[in-house]
């Protein structure tokens, strides 16, 4: 069973209709007992970090996220739930993340041109670090077993992930090189929103429901 975390932030509703549709079985639940008795976690989110690891920590589900995946358990977070996995994200000041996956979250003003919009909300591709000659790897992330290089997800973001190259397994070129996906170990964060991304998303949720 999948459980999907529930916090009060996020489309809930939309990733679990995903789900279903590949046939997965799954749950929209903040217990933290149906949580350790599942096979799975995802950890959806949008809005600001600070206010989401905050309602995280208020019923403690941050340590059970915590400890169910440093025991080994499959977590995969989803747009700010990919943020939160993190150290700590610069929104409105600086706030603690889960610690799951060293790096930070930044803003992309700065970073993107001037001319670019932000948020950034659309679809864009996806660049495999073996395909930009970054970090290499003979074997394509076990999400990613689906889809192709160059295949087109949704993202809507202000905020991305850096100083995480060794856990970096997908970009996205939006005016910069920008973090699209990232995986330590048994922990996966998509910065796009695979349960809006057509076939190309189910295909990661597939993958993600076959571990």
């Excluded at 589900?61 to 739930?81: F, H, T, Y």
């Excluded at 803003?107 to 395909?131: Q, R």
């Amino acid at each position: 069973m999948i459980a999907i975390v529930d916090y009060g932030v996020g489309n809930l509703f939309s990733l679990q209709s995903s789900l279903k549709s590949i046939g997965a079985d799954v749950t929209v639940t903040g217990d933290p007992t149906v949580l350790r008795a599942s096979d799975k976690i995802l950890l959806p989110g949008v809005g600001a970090f600070g206010d989401a690891a905050e309602k995280l920590r208020e019923n403690g589900l941050d340590q059970v996220v915590i400890s169910e995946a440093r025991n080994g358990k499959p977590l995969m977070g989803i747009c700010l739930g990919m943020q939160l996995l993190f150290e700590e994200g610069e929104e409105y000041g600086i706030h603690p993340g889960l610690g799951l996956v060293p790096g930070r979250v930044v803003s992309m003003k700065g970073v993107v041109p001037s001319d670019y919009k932000i948020p950034h909300i659309g679809w864009n591709h996806l660049i495999f670090p073996e395909n930009r000659g970054g970090r290499c790897s003979s074997e394509k992330s076990p999400i990613f077993k689906y889809i192709e290089n160059g295949d087109c997800v949704y993202f809507v973001h202000s905020f991305y992930a850096t100083d995480c190259r060794e856990s970096v397994i997908a970009d996205t070129e939006y005016g910069a090189l920008l973090t699209a996906a990232v995986q330590k170990d048994n922990v996966f964060g998509c910065q796009f929103h695979p349960e809006k991304s057509g076939q190309v998303g189910l295909s990661i949720l597939k993958a993600f429901c076959e571990l």
